[in-house]
């Protein structure tokens, strides 16, 4: 287990929360014993970090923020709220900020039919490489945090190690329901955020988890990352294969270092990445690579694919796969302006001028026919 993530930690219910400061309902903004604010100055509060503009208040009409208190954070958002900060001895001024969050499990339920898996393990939230099209930038939403943020701050899952091995023990199954009861339920290691991000070298949540499962058998576990940092863990890997089906995925995306630092800002190279798939089948470990996400127009060019999965088979890979881009709203807002910024996409063609075809229009009034007398009777003009 890593030393840094002693048992001893506090819990997540020994943490308090800043109380919320709640205003006195008032016909005045400010109290008797404090000067009258000016017109249009700012009022600061605590809870939930917001700032409010108090525009000329008046006797009869007070600010509707001071009538009432922001609602309480509940859940992750809570525990994100209240996380203390993680020590670092990193001291570049590009660093993210890092967060000891206390959580209650570490393997978590997939219910979705969409991925071939049971469970999954993420034992960081936020990642660092900061890839333009992550999808996973929602799951910084469920703390009340900006899916801009998903790279600036990064959360580490505390007591990981101790945390798994009740979980294992409490939930997981060896006969999982989708193989007819025949195989092991599958974990699926770094779905949503990169198990070997630079995170991983100061706080070990990583490691953690893999000592606790190279202590089980039979097991059907999968890893997927974009760092050659894995090759670290290359001991515990082959342990870990020796008792249980394991399979490592290293996601390479394009074969361009340009390209790469452009979409994958703080993710190794990609030849490192390449260099590290042989590394791990010389181990003797089952290894493939993941060209996903294809972005259109961006790495779906003539051949390069292709070159891809041949570079991929040449470093020893045994599979390869990839999937096109896919999009969650908080994705959306990161990616469009850095596609219309980096590549110049800047409309769409079914958006342009259309022509308009003028049309005769109907118009209906009442004309008196002959020999019909006063009644008139209605009838349909065409104006042009």
Known sequence: MSPVLPLTTPRFNTLRRRPVRRHAV?????????????????????????????????????????????????????????????????KSSEKPEYFLLPVKSILNRCESARVPFEWTINPYRG???????????????????DGGEFEK????????????????????????????YTQAEHIAIGTATDPYQPAEREYGVTRACLEELAKREGLSVSIITKS?????????????????????????????????RL?????????L??????????????????????????????????????AAKEAGAQWFFSGVLFLMPASARQFLPFVKEKFGFAARPWEGDRPVVKRAQLSLAWEAEPGSGDSGQMRSCAAG
């Open 26 to 90: 008032s016909f005045l903004p400010f109290s008797p014993e404090q000067p009258m604010p000016e017109a249009g100055s700012l009022a600061r509060e605590n809870a939930g970090g917001l700032r409010r503009s108090l525009e000329s208040p008046t006797a009869d009409c007070p600010p509707p923020e001071l009538q009432t208190a922001p609602e309480p954070l509940v859940g992750i958002a809570r525990l994100a709220a209240c996380s203390p900060s993680a020590e670092t001895k990193r």
């Open 127 to 145: 990642c660092e490489f900061g890839c333009k099209y992550c999808y996973a930038r929602y799951t910084h939403e469920y703390m009340e945090i």
């Open 153 to 180: 701050k990064i959360y580490v899952k505390q007591d990981a190690g101790a945390l798994l091995a009740r979980d294992v023990a409490r939930k997981y199954s060896y006969e999982s329901k989708a193989s007819g």
């Open 228 to 260: 050659n940092q894995i090759v670290r863990d290359i001991d515990i890997l082959k342990v870990i294969a020796g008792k249980s089906a394991l399979a490592i995925n290293i996601t390479v995306t394009t074969l361009k270092p340009r390209l790469a």
């Open 263 to 271: 979409l994958e800002p703080r993710a190794p190279r990609p030849d």
């Open 273 to 310: 990445r390449l260099a590290a798939v042989k590394e791990l089948r010389e181990a003797g470990l089952q290894v493939g690579v993941s060209a996903s996400p294809l972005l259109p127009g961006i790495t779906d060019g003539e051949g390069e694919l292709e070159g891809v999965a041949a």
